[in-house]
Nanobody, 118 residues
Framework: HVQLVESGGGWAQPGGSLRLSCAAS????????MAWHRQAPGKQRELVAT???????NYAVSVKGRFTISRDNAKNTVYLQMNSLEPEDTAVYYC????????????WGQGTQVTVSS
């Protein structure tokens, strides 16, 4: 049974920081690329950051330089360090596990709410 469990969401002031975690179980985590997506109210889900099984990272333009994705294969966990938060970062953040080139949607977490406001 595959599970992706996000944690670390909550409220932050503009300019503040939060760190999201996503703990995976039921998959060979080290073989999977991992991604964080987010969905704000009334908007489509968007890709925020990815990290490959080899550790290569990629970011959406809107978060580059502010967010950092990382992974700990020993803990089967992927992180998203979010700094210099802006109100526009308010969204539900979802963790996604996938294998590039392998058909199928991969696996998704249930999401964690991030709210940035003063």
């Amino acid at each position: 049974h595959v599970q992706l469990v996000e944690s670390g969401g909550g409220w932050a002031q503009p300019g503040g920081s939060l760190r999201l975690s996503c703990a995976a179980s039921g998959i060979a985590f080290r073989l999977y690329s991992m991604a964080w997506h987010r969905q704000a109210p009334g908007k489509q889900r968007e890709l925020v950051a990815t990290i490959t099984s080899g550790g290569s990272t990629n970011y959406a333009v809107s978060v580059k330089g502010r967010f950092t994705i990382s992974r700990d294969n020993a803990k089967n966990t992927v992180y998203l360090q979010m700094n210099s938060l802006e109100p526009e970062d308010t969204a539900v953040y979802y963790c996604h596990a996938y294998r590039p080139g392998v058909p199928g949607p991969g696996y998704w977490g249930q999401g964690t709410q991030v709210t940035v406001s003063s």
